[in-house]
Nanobody, 120 residues
Framework: QVQLVESRGGLVQPGGSLRLSCAASGSIFSINPMGWYRQAPGKQRELVATITSSGSRNYADSVKGRFTISRDNTKNTVYLQMNNLKPEDTAVYYC??????????????WGQGTQVTVSS
């Protein structure tokens, strides 16, 4: 049974910072890629950032230069450092992982989602 557990989000003032983490657990052989998506009210879920097992990163244009994704392969954990947050970053953030499990099959897994609110 594979599970993704995210850290808690929170309320942040504009210009502030927040760090999210997401740990994958279970019978995992490999994870590639891991990443973050977000969904604002009334909008579709969108890509925020992804990172491969070798460290290649991909960012949405809206977060480039402000957000940094990283991962610890020894802990099956991905992080999202969010700086200079803007009100338009307000959304539910979801962790994502493409995992090869012990059943020798690839599957997509999602975290439960964590609310990030940017407001003064």
């Amino acid at each position: 049974q594979v599970q993704l557990v995210e850290s808690r989000g929170g309320l942040v003032q504009p210009g502030g910072s927040l760090r999210l983490s997401c740990a994958a657990s279970g019978s995992i052989f490999s994870i590639n890629p891991m990443g973050w998506y977000r969904q604002a009210p009334g909008k579709q879920r969108e890509l925020v950032a992804t990172i491969t097992s070798s460290g290649s990163r991909n960012y949405a244009d809206s977060v480039k230069g402000r957000f940094t994704i990283s991962r610890d392969n020894t802990k099956n954990t991905v992080y999202l450092q969010m700086n200079n947050l803007k009100p338009e970053d307000t959304a539910v953030y979801y962790c994502y992982a493409h995992i090869l499990s012990s059943s020798y099959s690839f599957s997509d897994y999602w975290g439960q989602g964590t609310q990030v609110t940017v407001s003064s």
